[in-house]
């Protein structure tokens, strides 16, 4: 209990630091979000005057891609997809929207391609260690009830991306499959790309837009792509699940690795067990089979346990690796990577769409003002603004002001309202899968006991780090403080009330360990440019519209 209280107390300091520090940050509303205006954009005259025109391809109609798509187009752009595939997928990617990707859909205008497609509304997760469990509602008091998360089929929202956009008359989609980009002198000149009837064919644009996904075979020269394959996910369909907690997302702590389960329909919930390393056990000579029924269902709630093993004898088992690739942009001219082609993270939190939905978002604020892409040279310098924009947001414009304030050099515009997750979601998924894989370490284990303790102190404490995963709260700086708030209630149980050697020992290596965690991942999202980045780019954001919470009638 005295254990409990010091480390509530040492906790709250560490809160109320949180507190000044946003305070400083001046956000003003943030029930308020920003969505496009109507502004008409001027587009090129050869627009007007020839049909055949093209602003930009975009490669890919996946999430990204097809949203790119719509959005442009309705921004005037006369726009050409080409797109793999384009019958509807069934894939085990891309299944829960958090809310934060689901308010970046509102901006864009996409919101009703979550409906009529019997998506599962999510307001929580759950998380279970042992016999324990607990829930953590997402904070969505302060918007209107519609904002939450969303679990559908992949494919089925795919679809509907695709349909909206390709029914807008700016666009122009193709089924085919991109070869190679058509360049010349080191400028993207367009891409080569074959139909489905095997022609082969050259098409033109000022900017080509590459999002062909996690396994993107055009990125490159686009990037410096350092791909990282922690894990795999194996995914089942488990009918009528029985979750113990109804329209959450559950993260159950296994051994060796989380096991997930989100509703994505009225009567499918999706299960993702993760297998470290890159090997998983044969589907084909049941292997797999018998590892889900042996390994992982005695570890399940047992109300799930039947609907499991019903779903591994079922058969429709599926893998996928997951791929960390953090972003490394090798900018060209008349080219820029988008999505998963682009940035992967650790699926563990369910933050990919949020991501590429986020980007498309700066994309087309930073697309708008620009008359037509002809120039190149200038497109590309003045895109370089995009890899500052995803990773910065007002903690950042708290430490550049201080530089300002320091340095006396005024490079800063004050009026923006950056909302970027980019880096935010990226690091607490790659840090959270850490401490939730099992491990033989004390230390290791002390932290992964520390944050389901520290998730189940409630208040700030859960809803803290649950709003930062759901794309709420893009905060970095809210990151790092609760990570080692985590570290640090960690070494508290540990050595409070009664202090000895041992403990000491296993709290010293409990903050390694911590460190060790972090660090390196924040170094990889390049944290420098994060927290205190060079200069950043005016950034004109469409006018706000509200999404407040219903007045009672
Ligand atoms: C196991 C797993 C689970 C995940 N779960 C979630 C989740 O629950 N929530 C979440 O937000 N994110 C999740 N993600 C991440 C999410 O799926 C991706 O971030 C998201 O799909 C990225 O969208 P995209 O448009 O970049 O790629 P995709 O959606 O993969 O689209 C790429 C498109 O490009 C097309 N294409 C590829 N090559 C070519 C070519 N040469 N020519 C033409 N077209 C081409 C493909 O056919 C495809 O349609 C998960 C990822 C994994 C691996």
Same mark, same amino acid.
């Given at each position: 209990?005295?254990?409990q209280?010091i480390?509530?107390?040492?906790?709250?300091?560490?809160?109320?630091?949180?507190f000044?520090?946003?305070?400083?940050?001046?956000?003003?509303?943030?029930?308020?979000?920003?969505?496009?205006?109507?502004e008409s954009?001027?587009?090129s005259?050869?627009?007007?005057?020839?049909?055949?025109?093209?602003?930009?391809?975009?490669?890919?109609?996946?999430?990204?891609?097809?949203?790119?798509?719509h959005?442009?187009?309705?921004?005037?752009?006369?726009?050409?997809?080409?797109?793999?595939?384009?019958?509807?997928?069934?894939?085990?990617v891309?299944?829960?929207?958090?809310?934060?990707?689901?308010?970046?859909?509102?901006?864009?205008?996409?919101?009703?391609?979550?409906?009529?497609?019997?998506?599962?509304?999510?307001?929580?997760?759950?998380?279970?260690?042992?016999?324990?469990?607990?829930?953590?509602?997402?904070?969505?008091?302060?918007?209107?009830?519609?904002?939450?998360?969303?679990?559908?089929?992949?494919?089925?929202f795919?679809?509907?991306?695709?349909?909206?956009?390709?029914?807008?008359?700016?666009v122009?989609?193709?089924?085919?499959?991109?070869?190679?980009?058509?360049?010349?002198?080191?400028?993207?000149?367009?891409?080569?790309?074959?139909?489905?009837?095997?022609?082969?064919?050259?098409?033109?644009?000022?900017?080509?837009?590459?999002?062909?996904?996690?396994?993107?075979?055009?990125?490159?020269?686009?990037c410096?792509?350092?791909?990282?394959? @922690?894990?795999?996910?194996?995914?089942?369909?488990?009918?009528n699940?029985?979750?113990?907690?109804?329209?959450?997302?559950? +993260?159950?702590?296994?051994?060796?690795?989380?096991? *997930?389960?989100?509703?994505?329909?009225?009567?499918?919930?999706?299960?993702?067990?993760?297998?470290?390393?890159?090997?998983?056990?044969?589907?084909?000579?049941?292997d797999m089979?018998?590892y889900l029924?042996t390994?992982?269902?005695?570890?399940?709630?047992?109300?799930?346990?039947?609907?499991?093993?019903?779903?591994?004898?079922?058969?429709?088992?599926?893998?996928?690796?997951?791929?960390?690739m953090?972003a490394?942009?090798?900018p060209k001219?008349?080219?820029?990577?988008?999505?998963?082609? %682009?940035?992967?993270?650790?699926?563990?939190?369910?933050?990919?769409?949020?991501?590429?939905?986020?980007d498309v978002?700066?994309?087309?604020?930073?697309?708008?003002?620009?008359?037509?892409?002809?120039? @190149?040279?200038?497109?590309?310098?003045?895109?370089?603004?995009?890899?500052?924009?995803?990773?910065?947001?007002?903690?950042s414009?708290?430490?550049?002001?201080?530089? +300002?304030?320091?340095?006396?050099?005024?490079t800063?515009?004050?009026?923006?309202?950056l909302?970027?997750?980019?880096?935010?979601i990226?690091?607490?998924?790659?840090? *959270?899968?850490?401490v939730?894989?099992a491990?033989?370490?004390?230390?290791?284990r002390?932290?992964?006991?520390?944050? %389901?303790?520290?998730?189940?102190?409630?208040g700030?404490?859960?809803?803290?780090?649950?709003s930062? *995963?759901?794309g709420?709260?893009?905060? @970095?700086t809210?990151?790092?403080?609760?990570? %080692?708030?985590?570290?640090i209630?960690?070494? =508290?149980?540990?050595?409070?009330?009664?202090?000895?050697?041992?403990?000491?020992?296993?709290?010293?290596?409990?903050?390694?360990?911590?460190? =060790?965690?972090?660090?390196?991942?924040?170094?990889?999202?390049?944290?420098?440019?994060?927290?205190?980045?060079a200069?950043?780019?005016?950034?004109?954001?469409?006018?706000?519209?509200?999404?407040?919470?219903?007045?009672?009638?």
């Amino acid at each position: 209990m005295i254990n409990q209280y010091i480390l509530g107390i040492i906790v709250t300091h560490l809160f109320v630091i949180i507190f000044l520090y946003s305070l400083i940050g001046k956000r003003k509303n943030r029930n308020v979000k920003e969505i496009e205006g109507d502004e008409s954009i001027k587009i090129s005259t050869n627009v007007a005057e020839n049909n055949e025109y093209t602003d930009l391809i975009i490669v890919g109609a996946g999430v990204a891609g097809a949203a790119l798509a719509h959005t442009l187009a309705k921004d005037g752009r006369r726009v050409l997809v080409i797109e793999r595939d384009l019958s509807e997928q069934d894939r085990i990617v891309g299944e829960l929207l958090q809310p934060g990707g689901y308010l970046k859909l509102v901006e864009l205008g996409l919101e009703d391609c979550a409906d009529e497609i019997d998506s599962h509304p999510v307001y929580g997760y759950a998380l279970i260690k042992d016999d324990k469990s607990i829930s953590v509602s997402y904070p969505l008091e302060d918007f209107h009830s519609q904002i939450a998360g969303r679990g559908f089929h992949n494919g089925r929202f795919v679809q509907k991306l695709r349909q909206k956009a390709a029914s807008h008359p700016n666009v122009k989609m193709e089924e085919g499959t991109v070869s190679s980009l058509l360049e010349e002198k080191g400028i993207v000149k367009g891409v080569r790309y074959r139909t489905k009837t095997g022609e082969d064919i050259k098409a033109y644009a000022p900017l080509t837009i590459v999002c062909d996904g996690c396994f993107s075979s055009l990125r490159r020269t686009l990037c410096n792509s350092k791909i990282d394959v @922690p894990s795999c996910f194996v995914g089942l369909v488990v009918e009528n699940a029985d979750l113990p907690y109804d329209s959450h997302g559950h +993260v159950i702590l296994a051994d060796p690795s989380p096991v *997930l389960f989100y509703q994505i329909s009225s009567f499918e919930t999706r299960c993702l067990v993760d297998i470290p390393g890159q090997k998983v056990p044969s589907i084909s000579t049941g292997d797999m089979a018998r590892y889900l029924k042996t390994k992982v269902a005695p570890q399940l709630p047992a109300k799930l346990r039947q609907s499991f093993i019903a779903a591994v004898d079922k058969g429709n088992i599926k893998t996928m690796h997951n791929r960390i690739m953090p972003a490394a942009p090798k900018p060209k001219p008349g080219a820029l990577l988008l999505g998963d082609s %682009f940035n992967m993270r650790h699926p563990l939190t369910g933050g990919g769409m949020t991501v590429a939905l986020s980007d498309v978002v700066i994309i087309r604020d930073l697309l708008r003002p620009l008359a037509n892409f002809n120039d @190149p040279h200038a497109v590309c310098k003045y895109l370089e603004a995009f890899y500052t924009l995803r990773k910065v947001n007002e903690d950042s414009l708290v430490c550049h002001a201080l530089q +300002v304030i320091f340095t006396h050099e005024l490079t800063i515009c004050f009026e923006l309202i950056l909302q970027p997750v980019a880096s935010t979601i990226n690091i607490l998924a790659g840090a *959270l899968y850490k401490v939730f894989c099992a491990t033989t370490d004390e230390a290791r284990r002390e932290m992964q006991q520390a944050c %389901f303790d520290y998730l189940g102190l409630g208040g700030n404490f859960s809803v803290g780090p649950l709003s930062i *995963l759901c794309g709420l709260n893009p905060s @970095p700086t809210h990151l790092v403080l609760h990570f %080692f708030a985590v570290a640090i209630y960690g070494v =508290g149980r540990l050595i409070l009330p009664f202090p000895l050697p041992k403990c000491f020992w296993i709290g010293a290596r409990l903050l390694t360990e911590a460190s =060790g965690i972090i660090l390196p991942i924040l170094q990889a999202e390049g944290a420098r440019q994060m927290f205190f980045p060079a200069t950043i780019p005016a950034y004109h954001r469409a006018p706000p519209v509200k999404i407040m919470p219903e007045t009672p009638a």
